[in-house]
């Protein structure tokens, strides 16, 4: 395909990334999709879609020769790239600066010399961190606990700052506990739900950190597909951090009882301390999203989880303990 927007997916071979790229790729506004990467928590396995129209380089964001010739040319940058985990930036916070915070500034900075497309990038609910306010609006006091929150705050204020010294068209968006097909379990930093359901699925108790009351506004990827994309093709833009999460509160013991009910069989549960750095409960204010984006469209947790279990039984039929269609 030679017309339509040319889109830079950063981390576009990682769990957000990847299921980006096939929305992208489907969509009949984008002509070019290219994907940097360096693999360090993404894989190439996850790529799909028309070679033609996907353009992989595998390297680090941080690699000023590398992002400027992947922006150049680009009508949009979505950028992905990051180190993330609250717990891994607890024991390296040099590392999540320098990926998080040091390569959005490598970012913008390409995008800056490639005369302006639209950068959307993922900052995190996490900023919000000790702000006690529920649910949480942009205006609130970012107050964050973890090196990973402070990043993020980083992120989304380069942004500002880019768009109020060199008019570059921006938009940061604060991601609340994004999960779905294509989120890898089997590391020490793996987010919950794919550590919950790769351990049900394997007969092994899940891990609970604290006593599970804590809450979160859970988020199907597609619900994050659907925005940066009508972002890209639509030109949204704000200089303001946006929350994307549509205002749920579910705590980690009731989505426990979810994955009961997807998987027809029990899941038994073992809790371990409270982890440095983790909020005991977010939601987000989706006003602004909702004045952005009118017709985002919710996916149900149940429904959410039902997909990211099929997803994790396909990817490991042999060590699954239940099948995702409830059968022993």
Known sequence: MTGGLRVTVTGGAGFIGSNLVSWLLRHP????????????????????GDPAETDFRQGSVLDAGLIEDAVAGADAVVHLAALPSVPRSVADPLATHHANATGTLQVLEAARRAGGPLVVAASSSSVYGAQPDLPKTETSRAMPLSPYAVSKLATEAYLGAYHACYGLEVLPLRFFNVFGPRQRAGHPYAAVVPAFIDAALSGRPVTVHGDGTQTRDWTFVDTVCEVITTAITGRVTSPWPVNLALGTRTSLLDVIALLDQVLDAPVRVEHAPPRPGDVAHSQADPTQLRELFPGVSAVPLREGLECTVAWHQDQHPARSHVDARGSR
């Open 29 to 48: 506004a984008i002509g070019r999709v290219t994907v940097v990467d360096d693999l360090s928590t993404g894989s190439t396995s996850l790529l799909g």
